[in-house]
């Protein structure tokens, strides 16, 4: 999910090393270009007065959301309802945290089960979960009505778009059919953006955004021992790289919503181009239509397992998933990648039909 990242990114990192984020006194001028940058993504996010950080990845952005809203809760609730289909990272926050990991089951078109999800719903519960852009599969889960849910019961609910988050945006300025993910929706009280990932930057830079600073105060201690004098962190991390920020910072001037506009479109032609190519493949489907610039293929006969390592030994860097074989259309691919993979995946099923026999 990450891609070569740009060039003007690379110089304006390269030349910021020494700036450190967790002694903002000593560094005040990348503390205020990490505001602005929070700032620009809140924008992105409909909601230019969101508070956050640029942090080392989705990982670090989903545990401080999930730190956020169990102590925000006074740890008067330890569950967390979230999707079959939520990231490792939020086993990670709950075994962190002495969380209790819900998951709801996935209805017909792999998106978060409401009925299921209410049903999880208990006094217990301090977060809900909902993802802008599953890792395996790029499906958005019904953040709206997860909006309303979590307004009635009283709990936060976290928006995991650290993929989704730089292409849905755009998707929606360019008239696809997107559905409301973010703080548009007023039970949204975080939101994980990843600008690692397809916003462009160097790693490591994802992004954790709060609705309001009260949120953000639940996770903040004072540290008393810096150069630059005392200071409060909302971060996981005491040290970070601040040359991330800065980057991110240069990185959404440069593009603008044009560029990453333009980077998404491309992305998603050359994602239909792809999946119109694998429907053509005899013995081939896809497990559903892309939302997002990643597909998901199923192969019954070879196996999608024997599939996906014929593929990776002929240098296909394809993921495999319990069920299926996950592409991603990051920026980095062109039409010629994707007419060179879809004539090596067609040689490989029919090789290994013919092993076969079939
Ligand atoms: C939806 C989602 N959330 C979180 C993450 C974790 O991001 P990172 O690897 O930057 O920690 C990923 C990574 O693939 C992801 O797909």
Same mark, same amino acid.
């Given at each position: 999910m990450c891609t070569s990242p740009h060039p003007f990114a690379r110089q304006i990192y390269a030349r910021l090393l020494e700036k450190n984020l967790g002694d903002p006194g000593l560094?005040?001028?990348?503390?205020?270009?990490?505001?602005?940058?929070?700032?620009?993504?809140?924008?992105?996010?409909?909601?230019?007065?969101?508070?956050?950080?640029?942090?080392?990845?989705?990982t670090e952005a989903n545990i401080l959301a999930m730190w956020m809203a169990r102590n925000l809760h006074n740890n008067r609730c330890n569950e967390v309802v979230a999707p079959q289909s939520v990231h490792l990272s939020f086993e990670k926050a709950a075994d962190l945290l002495?969380?209790?990991? /819900?998951?709801?089951?996935?209805? *017909?078109?792999?998106? +978060?089960? @409401?009925?299921?999800?209410q049903r999880r719903i208990s006094d217990k519960t301090c977060a809900l979960v909902?993802?802008?852009?599953?890792?395996?599969?790029g499906v958005v889960d019904p953040i709206a009505e997860l909006s309303e849910l979590s307004l009635s019961h009283n709990v936060t609910l976290h928006v995991?778009?650290?993929?989704?988050?730089?292409?849905?945006?755009?998707?929606?300025?360019?008239?696809?059919?997107?559905?409301?993910?973010?703080?548009?929706?007023?039970? /949204?009280?975080?939101?994980?953006? *990843?600008?690692?990932? +397809?916003? @462009?930057?160097?790693?490591?830079?994802?992004?954790i955004l709060f609705r309001d600073a009260?949120?953000?105060?639940?996770?903040?201690?004072?540290?008393?021992?810096?150069?630059?004098?005392?200071?409060?962190?909302?971060?996981?991390?005491?040290?970070?790289?601040?040359?991330?920020?800065?980057?991110?910072?240069?990185?959404?001037?440069?593009?603008?919503?044009?560029g990453y506009r333009k980077t998404a479109k491309r992305c998603m032609q050359m994602t239909l181009k792809l999946a119109s190519g694998i429907e053509q493949i005899n013995g081939l489907r896809l497990v559903t239509r892309p939302t997002l610039n990643i597909v998901g293929i199923k192969s019954e006969e070879p196996s999608t397992e024997l599939l996906a390592q014929t593929l990776r030994r002929r240098g296909w860097a394809v993921a495999l998933f319990p069920s299926h074989i996950r592409i991603v259309v990051m920026p980095h691919v062109t039409a010629s990648h994707i007419?060179?993979?879809?004539?090596?995946?067609?040689?490989?099923?029919?090789?290994?039909?013919?092993r076969k026999g079939i």
């Amino acid at each position: 999910m990450c891609t070569s990242p740009h060039p003007f990114a690379r110089q304006i990192y390269a030349r910021l090393l020494e700036k450190n984020l967790g002694d903002p006194g000593l560094f005040p001028a990348s503390a205020e270009i990490e505001r602005e940058a929070v700032q620009m993504l809140g924008l992105l996010l409909s909601h230019p007065g969101a508070v956050g950080h640029i942090v080392s990845g989705g990982t670090e952005a989903n545990i401080l959301a999930m730190w956020m809203a169990r102590n925000l809760h006074n740890n008067r609730c330890n569950e967390v309802v979230a999707p079959q289909s939520v990231h490792l990272s939020f086993e990670k926050a709950a075994d962190l945290l002495n969380l209790k990991l /819900v998951k709801v089951k996935l209805d *017909d078109n792999f998106r +978060m089960d @409401l009925e299921d999800a209410q049903r999880r719903i208990s006094d217990k519960t301090c977060a809900l979960v909902g993802v802008a852009g599953t890792t395996g599969l790029g499906v958005v889960d019904p953040i709206a009505e997860l909006s309303e849910l979590s307004l009635s019961h009283n709990v936060t609910l976290h928006v995991d778009a650290a993929f989704g988050g730089f292409v849905l945006p755009f998707l929606r300025e360019l008239d696809f059919d997107v559905p409301d993910f973010d703080f548009r929706q007023p039970g /949204v009280s975080s939101v994980t953006i *990843d600008a690692h990932k +397809m916003g @462009l930057a160097p790693i490591p830079a994802g992004g954790i955004l709060f609705r309001d600073a009260g949120m953000m105060k639940a996770v903040s201690k004072r540290v008393s021992y810096l150069a630059g004098g005392e200071t409060e962190q909302t971060t996981l991390v005491g040290t970070r790289p601040g040359a991330s920020s800065l980057a991110v910072w240069a990185l959404l001037k440069h593009m603008g919503r044009e560029g990453y506009r333009k980077t998404a479109k491309r992305c998603m032609q050359m994602t239909l181009k792809l999946a119109s190519g694998i429907e053509q493949i005899n013995g081939l489907r896809l497990v559903t239509r892309p939302t997002l610039n990643i597909v998901g293929i199923k192969s019954e006969e070879p196996s999608t397992e024997l599939l996906a390592q014929t593929l990776r030994r002929r240098g296909w860097a394809v993921a495999l998933f319990p069920s299926h074989i996950r592409i991603v259309v990051m920026p980095h691919v062109t039409a010629s990648h994707i007419d060179v993979f879809l004539e090596d995946l067609n040689d490989a099923v029919k090789k290994l039909k013919s092993r076969k026999g079939i």
